[in-house]
């Protein structure tokens, strides 16, 4: 995975760290020229959506923990919630 980040010479542009996930929560003051987003969940997996719902904790797209997943999409669009309690969200943003 990460051969594919040096191969299309994408530059880290930032990293956040999501702990309180007991709501569903978006990324805020997300840049506007990010082309790829690396997300890891930690501790307990993350449910997420990116078509403008609201993800619950047993509604939506599961990331499993330590399961590195490369989304391509506008970032500003995703929302995140924990699928029990103590999940944490790394989040690596791309641009190139």
């Known amino acids: 995975m990460f ?3 040096r191969q299309s010479k ?3 542009r ?3 760290q999501i702990t309180n996930l ?3 929560t978006a990324i805020t003051n997300c840049p506007t020229d990010i082309s790829a987003t690396l997300l890891t969940a930690e501790n307990q997996a993350v449910r997420w959506l990116d078509t403008g719902a609201t993800p619950t904790n047993a509604v939506g797209q599961i990331l499993p ?3 590195p997943f ?3 999409g506008d970032p500003s669009t995703l929302k995140f919630i924990e699928g ?5 969200l790394n989040i690596t943003l ?3």
């Open 65 to 67: 923990v330590n399961s």
């Open 10 to 12: 994408m530059v880290p």
């Open 14 to 16: 930032t990293y956040l």
């Open 3 to 5: 051969a594919e980040t």
């Open 22 to 24: 007991a709501n569903a």
């Open 70 to 72: 490369w989304y391509y």
């Open 84 to 88: 029990a309690a103590s999940a944490k």
């Open 94 to 96: 791309y641009n190139k």
